[in-house]
Structures are given as C-alpha cells and as structure tokens.
C-alpha cells in the first residue's frame, strides 16, 4: 500500500507540473498567433490521443512519462509539404524575436505562478507549524555556548520576523548558503506581538557546510523544538507502566537519577533501556513518589528496543499562521522568489564546487518524498508540490540549449546581433546539450540509488 501511495502521489505531482508548464507555452502561443499542433504529456511514441479546436490540436498522451512538450507549426521541422499563406503567418519562426521569447518563457514563469498560487493558499488556510520555541541545547553545542536556553523564543534571525519553526530553518539555510554569522532575537515568554526581542544572539554558522542543508543541520548546531513536560498520558492495560504503579498525570521527574528534561527525552531513556529495570522519581499532585519499571523488550527492523506501554505527549507547541488573501499573494510571492533564488545559489555553487553534487536529486528521490509527503497530510503534500515546480521552473531557464533557458540564450543573441543564431551552431549546442542533460540525470539516479542504499 505505501509503495502504490509513493507511485499515485508521484504520479500526480508529475502530471500536474509537466501540464502546468506546457499549458504556459500553449496559452502564450495561441494567444501569439501561433499554431499549436500537438500538445504532449509525456515524450517518445504518442499511446494515445484526440483532437480538439478549430485547428484541431492533437491532445496527447506519450510512451515516456518524464516530460512533455508543445508542437507548433514550425518551418525547420515541417513534413515537406507546403505551408498555406495563411498558416505561414502562424508560423514559429517567423514571429517576432520577443514573441518568441515570451512562448519560450512562459513554461517556467507557469511553473512560478502555480508555487505562487499554492503558496498563497495555503497562507490564506492557515498552517500549524512548531513555534519558535527552543529545547534546552547541550552544553558542548554551539547553540549553548552562544547563549541560547531552553525555552527561549527565536522571533528573528537577521533582523526579519520569524513565527515559526520552518521559517527559521529556512532563514538558517540562507544564512549558511550566504556564509553570513546569523543573528537570533530572542523574546521572553511574557512577550507578545511585535515588542523588540529582549536580548540577541549571534550564532556561528561556520561548523555547518552546505553539503549538510538535506539532513538535521539545526540539531548539530543545538536547536530542536521544545517538546511538552513529561507527563504520562494513557496507561495502557497489563503493561510494564501498570504493573509499576504509574498512573495518567504523573510528572516524570527523573529516571536513575537523571534528570528528565522533556517527553522526548523520556521515551529515549526508556527506549535505550532495551530492558533493563529503571528507577522513575515523580509527582503525583504534590506527592513525590519513586517507582521501578521493567520495560518490556521489542525488535524491530533488527533492532531492540524497551517500551513500557504508555502514552507520552510530544507535540510541541503550535502556531497557525493566516493570512487575508492580499498579505498570502504577496508571501506567495516572496516564498517563490526566495525559493528560486536559494536554488540557483545551490546551482552556482555546486559549479564551483562549493557544494557536492550529491545534492542532485532525480526521479527515484522525489517519488520518494512525494510518498512521504502525502502521507504526511495536505498542506505538506501541496508544499512539496510547489517547492518541485520552483526547481523546474529555475532548471528549465538555466542556458542549456534543449531546455527553455538554451532557447532563451539564443534570442538574445539575436537580440543583440540583429540576427538568429545559424542552424549549425544551433545543431552542435543542441548536441552538447543533450549530453549535458544525460550527464546529469545519470548522476542523479545514481545519486538516488546511493540514498537508497545508505
């Protein structure tokens, strides 16, 4: 069941995104002037298709799911046959240089619109996310020796307004990409609204390298999300907690003499007891009482573990986040462009060679996270889905002849010449091109394959 979730969830993400980008070319293009012939979801054989419209558009289904493409009425490719006076004046080619530019750009650019779009209604909905609110750091991480605490409030990094706890890690990926020491306000509980943050924190960013973004980076530093206190929950019957006495409401203070910091950090005792009889100090009401508890013994996966069969709350403090419309646009917006910008920066620097390219991601890891996602919920579904049409659209205006950016560069070649680039060069970049394309995609399954693996 979870393998055909991940197939229809990446399925769908891949269909909406590949029609959204073509239908950009196909609308700019009709409304050029411009005769579409075959509109494709998918390359290679054509498995089925239908026509529609006054210039009957063939409306297809292709062999090859990983793409999609818009057919106009094109000189340079046209069957031999002779082109009617009235349809050459719909021909491709000989439009206008910035009419061409605008149908070749309009694939991306609907890329962007639908993050925009998705974006801004999820802003309008409302999203619950963690608070800013901090988990008590070791004392040997970064985040403790800069003089964070537990249950500090994170209201800005860099002077902009944080809320919650995906845009702080956000703004932290920005900080470590741009190598900029981050700045943290911090707000005491009692504050509220827009006051100034009580106190600031600046946090070194040097230890985390960009080659780390994907993974935990924030918990190498020492940030985590606060968890609740640890108080029981349902006890569950003819478990290790019942026969140990424990009771709903009490308030683990300790376990063999260690203080027990939060819900999180007593599952983890518990579970790394594998066993072995612990020693719990806590409050019932105002008595203090000390109880044993043998946890019981689980494998899975290959691994043991101990569980006591108890509940223990660890939902962290939430915020929900809405907005009216107009504000949601406009974060919309701002999300996309920070979105794009941040990806290009990640491009560049993985040309330099700033950042590995195992950040190179391909099918087989976006299905992945597709599956994962849906799973999830909604809200993180619609995100993912408009975090993957960003990356497409930034890919397809990178200047590599094959992909929209390659077109691109070549009309601004002719901008600037006053002519169009000749057929010869236009054939061996397009060559280079598609070696270029293969060459990446190859090492994204492979880096795909290795994830897989490791």
């Not at 290790?240 to 027990?260: H, M, Q, T, W």
Request: proline share 6%; glycine share 10%; with cysteine.
């Amino acid at each position: 069941m979870s393998l055909l979730q991940t197939i229809l969830a990446f399925a769908v993400v891949l269909g909406v995104l590949i029609i959204v980008h073509e239908l950009g070319h196909y609308l700019v293009a009709r409304w050029c002037g411009v005769k579409v012939l075959r509109f494709s979801v998918g390359m290679g054989k054509v498995v089925y298709s239908r026509r529609f419209g006054p210039d009957q558009t063939e409306w297809a289904v292709s062999i090859l799911p990983l793409g999609g493409y818009v057919k106009m009425l094109d000189a340079r490719d046209h069957d031999g046959a002779p082109i009617s006076s009235a349809d050459m004046k719909r021909e491709f080619t000989s439009q206008s240089v910035w009419r061409r530019i605008a149908i070749v750009a309009a694939g991306p650019l609907a890329n962007f619109l639908l993050a925009i779009a998705v974006f801004a209604a999820l802003f309008v909905h409302g999203i619950p996310e963690p608070s800013t609110k901090l988990r008590a750091p070791a004392e040997q991480s970064v985040a403790w020796q800069s003089g964070l605490r537990g249950g500090d409030h994170i209201v800005s990094v860099n002077g902009k307004a944080v809320q919650i706890w995906p845009d702080l890690r956000w703004a932290m990926v920005q900080a470590v990409i741009d190598r900029q020491p981050v700045v943290l306000g911090i707000a005491t509980t009692s504050q509220q609204g827009d006051m100034p943050p009580a106190r600031t924190v600046t946090l070194p960013v040097r230890s985390v390298s960009a080659d780390e973004l994907e993974g935990d980076f924030m918990a190498k530093l020492g940030l985590e999300i606060a968890r609740p206190a640890p108080v029981l929950g349902k006890v569950m019957p003819d478990g290790p907690a019942e026969r140990a006495g424990l009771r709903e409401g009490d308030l683990i203070r300790s376990v063999d003499g260690k203080v027990v910091q939060d819900g999180l950090a007593f599952v983890e005792m518990v579970r790394m007891s594998e066993g072995k009889p612990l020693q719990l100090d806590l409050m019932r009401g105002n008595a203090l009482l000390s109880l044993a508890v043998a946890p019981e013994v689980v494998e899975q996966d290959g691994r043991k573990f101990g569980r006591i069969k108890v509940e223990v709350p660890m939902v962290p403090e939430m915020v929900t986040e809405g907005s009216n419309p107009l504000v949601a646009l406009g974060k919309g917006v701002v999300k996309t462009w920070d979105t794009a910008v941040m990806t290009l920066k990640m491009v560049g620097k993985m040309i330099v060679g700033e950042v590995s390219w195992k950040n190179v991601t391909g099918p087989i890891t976006i299905a992945d996270y597709a599956g994962q996602t849906a799973r999830i919920g909604l809200v993180s579904y619609l995100s993912f889905i408009a975090f993957v049409s960003i990356s497409l659209g930034v890919m397809n205006l990178l200047p590599i002849p094959v992909l929209d950016g390659g077109h691109l560069l070549y009309y601004a070649v002719e901008v600037l010449t006053g002519r169009p680039v000749s057929e010869r060069v236009s054939a061996v970049a397009q060559r280079a091109g598609i070696g270029i394309l293969m060459t990446l995609m190859l090492v994204a399954v492979f880096n795909d394959i290795n994830r897989l693996v490791s």
